[in-house]
């Protein structure tokens, strides 16, 4: 009887364990996840269309399809099933048809499906293929955007020379981000709509050597038809070279396809001015504006433009938060818009007629885009505990969640508690602090802790849902996760955001102690294990703190993270960013202060063990930033790892690279704090 009580106890316990493993978040289960995406309401308000990305990490690999489901509610329905991924998926005017993008003939081209999935045809064959398109509201028109080859190459030099392998530049951003560049630049063209086929178009930037939209991040909403589809607005900034490299001064320039001729609506605006959206009568147009040439994390104010009269106003004045995807109501008052608060980011409403600007939602989330349906609105919503999915957002804020793409997976897995907590720093201000407890916590227990220091440098701290930085995968990995919301991170008026700028080693340093400190004092947090870790500027204040830390931490890990100012600016692209930040270029007399906030001048007094993760094709900072951090440490004698993928960017996008991450991640963390 003991005996079977005894194995009886075993295989409790056994399966215990198993499911306690099995129910926390593991890197694997992050590649089974569907991920949602941009969002399109039918004409009717009726359905909603949207993206989800699934891949296979076997193959390395991923594919999306688009799928509708009601606005009321109900199942989902897939839309396409093409080899390859569907995307820039938009409702046809008249609703009879989706129309989207698809390599699948070779070239990216248009395609049109019925909403219910039957008789897919392309409907385009533009030479080289297009990288977006937009039906005209009335469907006369169609534009689409295409790369055209503008600059001269080498082969145009030598074309004798076929076989040589050579880039020739005589002007800065001859890399951008992620790339380099390609002598093309992607233009707008318009032509008749016709279902047959597409025609060629007119290029409406004929020998414009700029993109719309914007590289290397902007898309389809940089663009905007006219109600009455006679004209359209597009996002540009008109510059090359250096003066681009300079400037964050983009503009936002109306067409009109009869006259066949451009305007610049925002010519004495010096910021970046983009994201056009006209009211349902062609009234009115609102966008998203900086006031600074320059800095690229100025507020995001909310302007409007009077179409009747051409006067520009803002209607953000006041209001100390940053305004972004606009969506006008109905009845041409209201303009609903997400902007950030605390740490989250929610749906607000500005009434024309009131001048009143009211929050619509609240709650520990994040909404990432909203689109307009009839009275009420469709929004994309994520927090820490959950991936992106469909939300319906009625005008009372109640919310409704529409799709239920990872239901099954998720209710396999255990999350971590997530608490708010709000610590004194040490110039006397209230700083928020996510903390991120593991799963099945036990305060009667000594955990590790990591010191997750964000990256931007002015990216919010908020209830973001991440495919590599996961929060919730660091506390699945039983440690406690402490995450601040520094000076210089949005959603708490801009004068704390604004504060970074040339004070990199400074205050927001002392914000980011201070959160460790006070979680340190906690009994269940050992303050014998804690870590720090953190990408792109999270990266750099790792770096920073392996020479200031009073031997807090036990272990770094620096992912793309700025170790020597003078090389950075010396080998970075946008240099409004290093001139705003570094306050100017290191050969200035006197050289700027913030130049003394660069990690190397402490490498002398790095005692602790550090890994460094970059990718060879990150330009914005470069990856040989990473390599003279672990450098220094190897000749230091400082244990140190570096983890370098070949063929990743900025950011570590491949399935199986992204899995590797993670596991060297927590195999070094976990060498050193456990």
């Not at 064959?125 to 169609?142: A, C, D, M």
């Not at 607005?233 to 008109?238: A, E, F, I, R, S």
């Amino acid at each position: 009887m003991k005996s079977h009580s005894w194995s009886f106890m075993v295989i409790m316990i056994f399966m215990t364990l198993t499911v306690s493993a099995q129910s926390r978040l593991q890197a694997e289960d992050l590649w089974k996840m569907g991920r949602v995406d941009d969002i399109q309401v039918s004409p009717d308000g009726q359905w909603v269309l949207y993206g989800i990305t699934k891949y296979d990490l076997n193959e390395n690999k991923g594919n999306r399809d688009l799928y509708i489901l009601p606005v009321a509610g109900g199942e989902a329905k897939k839309v396409t099933d093409l080899e390859g991924h569907e995307f820039n998926g938009l409702w046809r005017p008249d609703g009879k048809k989706i129309g989207f993008l698809s390599a699948i003939s070779g070239t990216v081209q248009i395609w049109e499906v019925n909403p219910d999935g039957s008789d897919p045809k392309q409907i385009s064959n533009i030479e080289n293929g297009i990288n977006g398109f937009s039906y005209s509201p009335v469907l006369t028109h169609i534009l689409y955007c295409k790369d055209v080859k503008l600059d001269s190459a080498s082969i145009d030099y030598y074309p004798d020379l076929p076989k040589a392998d050579a880039m020739i530049f005589d002007d800065l951003m001859y890399r951008h981000w992620n790339n380099w560049h390609d002598y093309a630049y992607s233009h707008i063209f318009v032509t008749r709509y016709d279902t047959a086929a597409i025609k060629d178009g007119i290029d409406i930037m004929e020998n414009e050597p700029w993109d719309t939209p914007l590289a290397p991040f902007g898309g389809m909403e940089q663009i905007a038809w006219s109600p009455d589809g006679k004209s359209i607005v597009y996002t540009c900034k008109k510059m090359k070279g250096k003066e681009y490299s300079l400037s964050t001064n983009s503009d936002l320039y109306l067409y009109d396809l009869k006259l066949r001729m451009t305007y610049n609506i925002t010519k004495e605006m010096m910021g970046y001015d983009m994201d056009p959206v006209f009211s349902h009568d062609g009234k009115k147009m609102v966008w998203k504006s900086m006031a600074t040439d320059g800095y690229e994390s100025d507020k995001e104010r909310m302007m409007m433009l009077d179409l009747a009269n051409g006067s520009i106003k803002e209607l953000s004045e006041g209001f100390d938060q940053n305004c972004s995807n606009f969506v006008w109501a109905e009845d041409n008052d209201v303009i609903y818009f997400i902007s950030g608060a605390n740490a989250t980011y929610q749906v607000y409403g500005h009434s024309l007629s009131t001048g009143n600007t009211v929050p619509v939602t609240r709650g520990a989330h994040d909404y990432t885009s909203i689109a307009q349906a009839g009275t009420q609105l469709v929004g994309t919503r994520m927090s820490m505990s959950m991936p992106v999915e469909l939300y319906r957002v009625d005008l009372d804020g109640s919310q409704v969640q529409l799709s239920f793409t990872n239901k099954v997976l998720l209710s396999k897995i255990t999350m971590g508690e997530v608490r708010e907590r709000w610590v004194t720093t040490t110039d006397g201000k209230d700083m928020l602090v996510w903390v991120i407890y593991p799963p099945n916590f036990d305060a009667k227990k000594k955990y590790p802790a990591l010191l997750y220091c964000q990256g931007g440098p002015q990216s919010a701290v908020s209830q973001f849902w991440s495919y590599r930085w996961n929060l919730q995968m660091m506390a699945a990995n039983d440690y406690i996760v402490v995450a601040p919301n520094r000076r210089g991170l949005p959603t708490f008026g801009q004068e704390w955001n604004d504060q970074i700028a040339g004070d990199y080693g400074g205050q927001n340093m002392k914000d980011m102690l201070s959160a460790i400190d006070a979680l340190a004092k906690e009994p269940y947090v050992d303050e014998n294990r804690l870590g720090a870790v953190g990408a792109s500027y999270g990266g750099y204040s790792v770096l920073w703190l392996a020479g200031n830390h009073d031997k807090r931490f036990k272990a770094f890990i620096s992912h793309c993270g700025i170790y020597n100012f003078e090389s950075m600016y010396g080998s970075t692209e946008e240099y409004f960013f290093v001139n705003h930040d570094y306050e100017g270029p290191y050969w200035e007399k006197p050289k700027p202060n913030s130049y003394n906030f660069s990690p190397h001048l402490y490498v002398d007094k790095w005692d602790t063990p550090i890994m460094l993760v970059t990718g060879m094709f990150d330009f914005r900072i470069p990856y040989t930033q990473s390599l003279e951090a672990f450098n220094a440490a190897q000749l230091r004698g400082i244990p140190s790892r570096l983890v370098i993928f070949p063929e990743e960017t900025h950011f570590v996008l491949k399935p199986q690279n992204a899995v590797l991450w993670q596991r060297e991640f927590f195999r070094w963390l976990d060498t050193y704090l456990k």
